[in-house]
């Protein structure tokens, strides 16, 4: 039986925590379904440590070009992770 392990409790809030737990996040145009993959190292070198509700608040889909973005934390992460 394979069982994963967490290193951390709690909820992933801020772009920090993805990175920490080594989460890739998705963000999802409720729009038009267009999906993306985002890689969390990338949004803090963009934006800083902010909130996930203030990354997805800011996200405009690049298909349609709406703001209706939900951004969803994946189950995936990056080579590497544990």
Known sequence: ???M???RIGAIERLTDA???RRALW???K???HAVR???RHLIALAGDVTLRQVQDRFRCRRCNKRRAALIVG???WPGRD
Do not use: S, W, Y
């Open 5 to 7: 392990v967490r290193h």
């Open 75 to 77: 189950d995936e992460g």
């Open 27 to 29: 963000a999802l145009c």
């Open 1 to 3: 039986m394979f069982l």
């Open 31 to 33: 729009a038009c379904g």
């Open 19 to 21: 990175v920490l737990e």
């Open 38 to 40: 985002l890689d969390p």
